[in-house]
């Protein structure tokens, strides 16, 4: 089992609608949960970062997290044709070692708005 | 606030030869993590370094190696590169706390010839 793995994409919505990125983590112990956008030939870039059970909001995006079932989301609202990208679930996993610094990513799931 | 900084941000090398990349974090910022990005592994981790010691590290080769000065400035150097080196290497900045929040910088880009 991998450490962080994300629903397969791609994934295409119609523009306006809402698109749902999904993450599951193997580490119970883990406490620090973040979503990155990356364009193509760019760098990750910081969107959401959650640590509580339940939902952040932030603008069109929000945030899931349930620590029980061992699952985080990304829903975007109102999605546009500058939301495609790629989107990573990254995850501060123990493992029974320690987290500083470290961050275990999946492998990202690839998101199209089409106009 | 400045982000952060990555020089270069385009190498190409020969198998063989070594190489050393630079990041610069975000003013205020005392962690440095570095990570690997390819195509068929996606975004691994290297190493990461707090007040110029080095607090957790990877699973990857000894040639990969990295340091931290007095001033969060970093840099990691590999050495007898490989052809599976052609990565695109990442830094990440943050405050160094048990939350964890990292900001990448651009990337450098290399190439193993």
């Known amino acids: 089992q991998k450490e962080v793995e994300q629903n397969s994409g791609p994934l295409s919505v119609p523009e306006g609608a809402i698109a749902s990125l999904n993450c599951t983590y193997s580490d119970r112990g883990s406490q620090s949960f973040f979503w990155y956008r990356q364009y193509s030939g760019k760098s990750p870039e910081l969107i959401m970062s959650?640590?509580?059970?339940g939902d952040k909001e932030d603008g069109r995006f929000t945030a899931q997290l349930n620590k029980a079932s061992q699952y985080v989301s990304l829903l975007i609202r109102d999605s546009q044709p500058s939301d495609s990208a790629t989107y990573l679930c990254a995850v501060d996993v123990k493992a029974g070692g320690t987290s500083y610094g470290k961050l275990t990513f999946g492998q990202g799931t690839i998101l199209t708005v089409h106009p | 606030k400045a982000g952060v900084t990555q020089t270069p941000r385009y190498l190409i090398k020969t198998r063989g030869q070594q190489v050393t990349l630079s990041c610069s974090p975000i003013s205020g910022h005392r962690s440095v993590s570095w990570y690997q990005q390819t195509p068929g592994q996606g975004l691994q981790f290297l190493f990461e370094?707090?007040?110029?010691?080095?607090?957790n590290k990877g699973n990857f080769p000894g040639r990969f190696s990295g340091r931290q000065f007095s001033n969060s400035r970093s840099e990691m150097n590999v050495s007898t590169l490989e052809l599976g080196d052609s990565a695109l290497y990442l830094c990440?900045?943050?405050?160094?706390?048990?939350?964890?929040?990292?900001?990448f910088g651009p990337g450098t880009r290399l190439t193993v010839l």
């Open positions: 990440a900045s943050s405050p160094g706390t048990s939350f964890n929040e990292q900001f």
């Open positions: 959650i640590y509580s059970n």
């Open positions: 370094y707090f007040s110029e010691t080095q607090r």
